[in-house]
């Protein structure tokens, strides 16, 4: 059976399904083809596969925290009060400087609340916070000093993000760890400029790391900040170990941003945004490479864990396992709902390229498109650069995946023309959907969109032509042993071909 036509009726396919069983006989080219696809399938999947973890025990075996030295700076010597009002920006400043400038130790807040606008850590200084305590941000943006950076990238020239509460830029051996909490207190009664795709204006970063090596954020809780939570743009040697992040307080609130890092490990982390959650960027324009998430929780009212929006560098080498991924749960603060938008988002739409990822043991709940996979062709660059051509996305494995309550959207992976999405493989991956589609959903037109805004949300949002899987300029998908079950039922199918779609296998359909 040879498949032509570019997009397949709910009748024609169901008909295909029924005439394709686990055992079905295909005509000998279509098996010959069938394949052929999962012998090249086999070829880069199970090496990709076995090199990520062979790098997953490089960095754990390698990557460790830095040895903080044993001298201790507690912050009252230096004229901090906790009575949670006194500001004490100045005095967490001197505590800091001293630390260094003696060659490094901790700088240690260890009873009572601290109030503090922008301070600046530096070499060999570690915070902690001891049980019981917080830092506390201060309520008013003119604590908040702009911190320019040397490093110029889209983050600094076109977001133009210069304030913060904690600085740092070309320090060694950085860190903030300890059972207490950073309260960022940037709720919108404090802070209450709009949401935005650009600029943020009055609205300070939670946690800002330009150009630093050798940094540890370990067990601390940090919570709510007005904006991003914590972005680290062009720095190498990073663990992310025991954080919880609750960041569900106003627009824009982002868990963890990596940003053109090399080396990274997040472990045994949880992280609840009202904005992306988990998510790697490129606005730096160096890759994205070396990472090893596992062992996680993302939950968002956006995207759980996100590759992009920013892809202006590359990003390869990436392997994600044991994860929970998803909407807000019932038991969980949300200002924005509990549905998120993707589970999963791989994406490249400034230049940048996608290759060698691999995304294990996870699972998706309350998405309404649990995997996105996407190259698009915004080419957003830093003022007076030329546009880049699309970047390629290839190489990419998701497997043993399961999941509840997904929404009505569906998955979509798709290019544009010209620049196709190749080699996925997605495997044993069980989802449940909610269901419910119309005959009506199928016939629907799904714009390319090809210069837009790279998030899920913008295609069909309520609903795809298909219930699984929408795809669209791609060639060499296999997807093995998938099913997605709508609990209610669905009158769209479990896969559409939305055109340019070449050598892709769904279980036992061969589709052209």
């Not at 995946?401 to 979509?412: M, T």
Request: glycine content about 10%; aromatic content about 8%.
């Amino acid at each position: 059976m040879k498949l032509e036509t570019k997009r397949f009726s709910i009748f024609l396919l169901s008909m295909l399904f029924l005439a394709a069983p686990s055992q079905a006989i295909y005509p000998d080219k279509a098996l010959q083809a069938k394949e052929k696809q999962a012998t090249v399938a086999s070829e880069w999947a199970s090496p990709l596969k076995q090199r990520l973890e062979n790098m997953a025990d490089s960095l754990s075996a390698n990557l460790k925290p830095w040895k903080v030295p044993g001298r201790v700076f507690k912050v009252e010597k230096y004229g901090a009060v906790a009575d949670g009002k006194t500001m004490n920006t100045a005095a967490i400043q001197k505590a800091i400087d001293a630390c260094s400038k003696k060659g490094g130790g901790v700088v240690l807040f260890s009873k009572g609340d601290y109030v503090t606008g922008t301070f600046q850590i530096k070499s060999g200084v570690m915070l902690e916070v001891a049980e019981g305590s917080r830092i506390l941000g201060s309520t008013d943006i003119k604590d908040y000093p702009e911190m320019i950076e040397e490093f110029k990238s889209v983050m600094s020239e076109n977001y133009r993000f210069r304030q913060s509460l904690i600085y740092a830029e070309k320090a060694d051996k950085v860190g903030i760890r300890g059972k207490g909490e950073i309260y960022f207190r940037g709720e919108k009664k404090h802070f209450s400029s709009p949401e935005t795709t650009g600029p943020i204006k009055d609205r300070p970063v939670g946690i800002r790391m330009i150009e630093c090596t050798n940094v540890v954020v370990q067990d601390i809780m940090l919570r709510n900040s007005a904006s991003w939570m914590q972005n680290y743009i062009a720095c190498k040697n990073l663990i992310f170990e025991g954080m919880r992040v609750e960041n569900q307080a106003n627009y824009n609130n982002d868990g963890l941003d990596p940003d053109g890092c090399t080396n990274v490990i997040v472990r045994n982390c949880f992280i609840n945004a009202e904005d992306d959650a988990m998510c790697l960027k490129g606005c730096s324009s160096l890759p994205t490479q070396n990472v090893l998430i596992e062992n996680s929780t993302f939950v968002s009212t956006c995207n759980a864990f996100k590759l992009g929006t920013d892809t202006q560098g590359d990003f390869r080498d990436i392997l994600v396992r044991n994860v929970t991924l998803g909407g807000v749960p019932d038991s969980l603060v949300s200002i924005e709902g509990r549905e998120c938008s993707t589970g999963i988002t791989l994406a490249t739409v400034d230049g940048g390229n996608v290759e060698n990822i691999v995304i294990q043991n996870a699972v998706i709940n309350q998405a309404r498109c649990p995997v996105f996979i996407r190259i698009g062709n915004r080419g957003r660059v830093i003022p007076g650069r030329e546009k880049p051509a699309p970047g390629y996305l290839r190489h990419v494995v998701i497997e043993n995946v399961s999941g509840e309550r997904n929404y009505i959207q569906g998955s979509l992976i798709s290019g544009i023309p010209g620049h196709i999405i190749e080699d996925v493989y997605i495997s044993n991956y069980h989802v449940k959907a909610v269901g419910g589609g119309t005959k009506d959903m199928i016939i629907q037109n799904v714009l390319e969109k090809e210069g837009g805004y790279p998030d899920a949300q913008g295609f069909s949002r309520t609903g795809l032509p298909s219930y699984g899987f929408f795809l669209r300029h791609a060639k060499n998908l296999i997807f093995d042993n998938v099913s997605v079950t709508p609990v209610k039922a669905d009158e769209r199918p479990e896969i559409y071909n939305g055109g340019d779609v070449t050598n892709v296998r769904y279980n036992n359909l061969f589709i052209k």
